[in-house]
């Protein structure tokens, strides 16, 4: 049944929607995060108990949500891949793991920005903030495993059995944490999260999320053009956009 | 289910066939389009240069290995949809022989028995007529290349249910005593019926017969 | 077929599977010997390195013996399948009949028995070396007889997906599989500071257990499934 996408044919049309894809997702992207960040960074007013520092969270909470969101686009399409050994699902993993592991890293540090001022320190281990970094070592495993097997076919598969082991890991993960965090912590500290939102905050916010968004699907389609190219290198299409010099 | 019916009923002959099977090994072609028909009651056998993808083709063959196109049926049904009951009646002996180093040549056979259900009472008898059960209690690694070869085709013996053998290189290491023993199972195995592939540098027993085919020029049919 | 029922058949099965996997370990003991040995090295050393001052070494004792407990059984599950991959033994494992998933458990409770069970016998003396509280030692024994068997169930997933990488195998395993492991981190450790604290620690031990069915539900099937990559592979 799926065998017409698993097929080799199917790749130059795969390829020519993710080339007409990606501009149209750049132009979106860019325009959501220009506005995003003027109405958010020159309108919105500042807080009355964090002044401007609370500004980060128009960063930070696209990336922090992002790099959910990317892992479960990359579990997702590793799971089609083992079932129905598509292979464009492997690219779309293949693809998205470093996309994912950037804005991890990126939700990371503006975490760690607005700690500075509020916390009166960098780092503190604050149940999302630790969530993220084990997160980020989930990625960065993904991509070791991925790079330390030489057959790219074997590489695929073991890396899409990780990726699925991860997604059903991250929630008890998350859970575990949130537990040791109100163990160890005192509850008076300021979270990062759900202030409450006037409407001037809210507006920018959600435009930088679907910002992000627009932004992860640019970069996804610019990635998978490189997978495509790069698995059927020995077929005739591929030569053929070379000696055109369109690649 | 009709892959039941396929492989259950002894009506049918068996067979094992290879549809366009092609692998890739990185950036060159290692298997191109093969196709291949083992008949019940033959040796086919596949011969061709180190390195012509002789022991891919095998793994690709007993399910150990995917190809990255084609397909390979057993009884007409292909081997991703009846894994288990293709499992039952297979006999594998591969390039690495399965004989764990620590463990005696008893012990591994024993093993293989449950695994295949095979008959444990047997396994004396084997190795005596393998000439190696004055050996048999001594842990596989310290026995010579030759011996821990026996002990692995002394499965040949042990699972005579199966249906379908893929032995690579089953004569390497052995004796003029050895091969005989093993040109013997095979033919044993082809009266009752059985499909046989597989490779050799040695000639075979003029006994068993059946197609060859070459890796070194590409089949296509 | 005309062999036993099939749970009766399975249970044979990993019977013998369980003595195949005994027999090699007591032909070579480096392989149970040594992580218990690093086990009782490490926790040593934090005494060394944090200083000898009883209070200090009450507060962190859970939670080093635990990490420690944790690399042990990382360290010694890298070579979990690499003898059976490379004899071939994994691939008639694979091309038999029989379920991968049985051979998986039979193969992690015979490393549960090697290479966790010790862990457990020796938790007391470090116990009292790290001046823990004598009350908390029957949770921590308990804790980790739940928590070691989950890391290894856990483990073993990574160990197959790395079976075939070869130099630098076991540092990338353990770089797989450790961020995996901290909710049983979280509720060993946990469980042995309550019980250091003189309080309940219940709830702990129960989310351990809790983790266990999981893994024990889980981990042999991606084990499984991870192992016939390998097979495909070498």
Known sequence: ?247 | MITDQATNNEAVPHCLEAVDVTVWRGETLLLDRIKLHAKAGEVTQIAGANGSGKTTLLRVLCGAALADEGEVHWCGVSLSKQRDIFNEQLLHIGHRPGVHAQLTAVENLQLACKMGNGVESDIDSVLNALAILPIADIPAGHLSAGQQRRVALARLALLPHTRCWVLDEPLTALDQQGRDWVAGQIQMHSERGGVTVLTTHQPLSKNLSGPIYSLDAPIHG | MDSLPLSTGLLALFRSLLTRELAVAIRSPGQWLNPILFFIIVITLFPLGVGPGPNTLSIIAPGIIWVSALLSVMLSLQSLFYDDLHNGSLEQFVLSAQPLSVVVLAKVFAWWILGGLPLLLVSPLLAILMHLPASAIPVLVLSLLLGTLTLILVGAIGAALTATVGNGGGILMSLLVLPLTVPVLIFGSGAVQAAALQMPAGGHLSLLVALLALALSLAPVATAAALRVAVSAS
Request: aromatic residues 14%.
């Open chain 1, 1 to 247: 049944m799926f065998k017409w996408i698993h097929r080799f044919g199917s790749s130059p049309f795969v390829y020519r929607t993710a080339n007409w894809l990606a501009p149209v997702f750049g132009i979106g992207a860019a325009v959501c995060i220009l506005v995003g960040l003027y109405l958010g960074l020159v309108v919105a007013p500042a807080d009355y108990e964090q002044g401007d520092s609370y500004r980060i969270i128009f960063v930070h909470v696209p990336s922090a949500w992002m790099s959910m969101f990317v892992y479960m686009v990359m579990a997702t399409s590793s799971a089609v891949f083992l079932i129905w050994r598509m292979k464009l699902a492997d690219i779309v993993a293949w693809a998205s793991a470093p996309i994912g592991a950037s804005f991890t890293l990126i939700a990371l540090l503006t975490g760690a920005f607005w700690g500075k001022p509020m916390w009166g320190t960098y780092w503190i281990w604050d149940a999302r903030l630790t969530s993220e970094l084990l997160l980020l070592f989930i990625y960065l495993g993904y991509m070791a495993l991925r790079s330390s097997i030489e057959q790219p076919q074997t590489a695929a598969r073991a890396a899409a059995i990780l990726a699925v082991v991860g997604v059903v890991n991250i929630p008890i993960i998350h859970f575990s944490v949130e537990w040791w965090n109100t163990l160890h912590q005192p509850a008076t500290i300021t979270k990062l999260d759900k202030p409450s939102m006037h409407i001037s905050m809210l507006r920018p916010l959600l435009l930088m999320v679907a910002g992000f968004q627009l932004l992860y699907f640019h970069q996804l389609m610019v990635r998978v053009k490189t997978g495509i190219l790069q698995r059927e290198a020995r077929t005739a299409w591929v030569a053929e956009l070379v000696a055109d010099n369109r690649v």
